[in-house]
């Protein structure tokens, strides 16, 4: 069974530019999450798919949005790109998603955003 | 905001040392997970406690829940460096959403 798929891995991008980042989940999951991961920060959680209706939504600016299509996957977007926005980010799939609390994540192996 | 604070952030152990890392919140979880992250790859879930007080071992690693789930703990027993990696605990809020803490980073040296 193969595993969430993120592209691309790395990306390197300038202030002001924007990025797409995409994230294909497990085959048969209908949840996809997330998550901006920074030293020192953790995981902090961006937004929720399920069944392509964005169902949670963390604290970040509206400069960050993302989408699910019909086949699940997902994809993220984050414009006018900051010096700050530089990251890994991760994203997770889930049979049932989040609202059933002892699902668990699967996670990608992360798509790594460098802004200069 | 951290709601959830993980201690201590780095531990660096000899090979056969045992360890404890720490999860504590002031918020009340539905349920918490431990995950553990290598270099270039994502978190890897490897326990969920549900139930306040529960303990659940894992071969070597040993989990704990807060009776009043507001805390958990993870020791490993006669550490190996296959041990080494980020762990990160994960609390349920009662909306479903997940909340990490930002992770203890293991090292096991031979």
């Known amino acids: 069974k193969a595993g969430v798929t993120q592209t691309p891995r790395y990306l390197i991008k300038t202030r002001g530019q924007q990025v797409t980042l995409s994230c294909s989940p497990i085959?048969?999951?209908?949840?996809v999450s997330w998550y901006q991961q920074t030293p020192g920060q953790g995981l902090q959680f961006l937004f929720e798919?399920?069944?392509?209706?964005?169902?949670n939504k963390g604290n970040f600016p509206g400069r960050f949005s993302g989408r699910q299509f019909s086949n699940s996957r997902s994809e993220m977007n984050v414009s006018t790109l900051e010096l700050g926005d530089s990251a890994l980010y991760l994203c997770?799939?889930?049979?049932?998603?989040?609202?059933?609390?002892?699902?668990?994540?699967?996670f990608g192996e992360g798509s790594r955003l460098t802004v200069l | 905001t951290q709601l959830l604070e993980q201690s201590p952030q780095f531990l660096s152990i000899q090979e056969g040392e045992n360890l404890t890392v720490y999860c504590n919140s002031s918020?009340?979880?539905?349920?918490l997970q431990w995950y553990r992250q290598e270099p270039g790859e994502g978190p890897v879930l490897l326990v969920t406690?549900?139930?306040?007080?529960e303990v659940k071992k894992l071969k070597r690693l040993t989990f704990q829940f807060g009776d009043a789930r507001k805390d958990s703990s993870l020791h490993i027993t006669a550490a190996q460096p296959g041990d080494t990696g980020l762990y990160l605990c994960?609390?349920?809020?009662?909306?479903?959403?997940?909340?990490f803490g930002a992770g203890t980073q293991v090292v096991v040296t031979p």
């Open positions: 798919y399920f069944s392509e209706t964005q169902r």
């Open positions: 085959s048969g999951h209908r949840s």
């Open positions: 406690v549900v139930t306040g007080g």
């Open positions: 918020s009340v979880f539905s349920s």
């Open positions: 994960a609390g349920t809020d009662s909306w479903g959403k997940f909340q």
């Open positions: 997770a799939s889930s049979l049932y998603g989040t609202g059933m609390n002892t699902g668990e994540l699967f």
